[in-house]
């Protein structure tokens, strides 16, 4: 992760925490400019407006904390894995997204692969816990944790959702291209080896 990006994440969950306690007029004021220093970061070192930037990096309040993607991992009979393809970017990933505050992570990959695939399951185990800053994905604003839960296929069909055109499931070494927004080749493969029982243990960065 660029030094820079790294940088403004950490002003930003400064600047957050302090708003969401400070009490002191001043320190509120000296709070919301290391807020405004975060954004100018960001939208010195990207192509985001400003707009952009405070809407999805600098809008949150309370006390800062990662965000959580939900990921559920499918396979069928043959041993393929399920994957939707994503209307954002066209590539592929197993289907999941944003935890939503109600709802465990095993409600959350059940809902999530139902929403975006059509297809009904039962959350068996966890397979992993990832922080993305590990991994070989793009930068990203947030810091994020990946949850990765194994679910079982118990009925349903093929079926596209608001934010995915097509579904299917593919074998390990036949891969469509991936959206590594959202998950990484590796992953992917470590998520065959676990699902299929190959380690034991849940995987933990």
């Given at each position: 992760?660029?030094?820079w990006l790294e940088?403004?994440?950490?002003?930003?969950?400064?600047?957050?925490?302090?708003l969401?306690?400070?009490?002191?007029?001043?320190?509120?004021?000296?709070f919301?400019m290391?807020r405004?220093?975060?954004?100018?970061i960001m939208q010195t070192?990207t192509?985001?407006?400003e707009e952009?930037?405070?809407e999805?990096?600098?809008?949150e309040?309370g006390y800062a904390?990662?965000?959580?993607?939900?990921r559920?991992v499918?396979?069928n009979?043959?041993?393929?894995?399920?994957m939707?393809?994503e209307?954002?970017?066209g590539?592929?990933s197993?289907p999941g997204?944003?935890?939503?505050?109600?709802?465990?992570p095993k409600?959350?990959?059940?809902k999530?692969?139902r929403?975006?695939?059509?297809?009904e399951v039962?959350a068996?185990r966890?397979?992993?816990?990832?922080?993305?800053k590990?991994?070989?994905?793009?930068?990203?604003?947030?810091h994020?944790?990946?949850?990765?839960?194994?679910?079982?296929?118990?009925g349903?069909?093929?079926?596209?959702?608001?934010?995915t055109?097509?579904v299917?499931f593919?074998?390990?070494?036949?891969l469509?291209?991936?959206s590594?927004e959202?998950?990484t080749e590796r992953?992917?493969q470590t998520?065959?080896e676990l699902?299929?029982?190959?380690?034991?243990?849940?995987?933990?960065?």
């Open positions: 992760m660029p030094k940088w403004a994440k950490q002003i930003q969950a400064i600047s957050q925490t302090g969401a306690y400070g009490k002191d007029m001043y320190d509120i004021e000296r919301e290391l405004d220093l975060s954004v100018e070192y192509e985001a407006g952009k930037i405070r999805l990096f600098a809008n309040t904390t990662p965000k959580v993607d939900v559920g499918v396979l009979e043959d041993g393929a894995m399920l939707v393809r209307l954002a970017d590539a592929w197993l997204g944003w935890a939503d505050i109600g709802l465990s409600e959350i990959a059940v999530e692969v929403e975006e695939s059509g297809y039962e068996v966890l397979l992993a816990v990832l922080d993305k590990f991994h070989d994905h793009p930068p990203s604003p947030h994020v944790y990946k949850i990765f839960i194994l679910c079982r296929l118990t349903g069909a093929a079926q596209i959702g608001l934010e055109t097509q299917g593919f074998a390990q070494d036949a469509p291209p991936l590594v959202r998950n992953q992917i998520m065959f699902a299929r029982g190959e380690r034991s243990d849940v995987l933990l960065d």
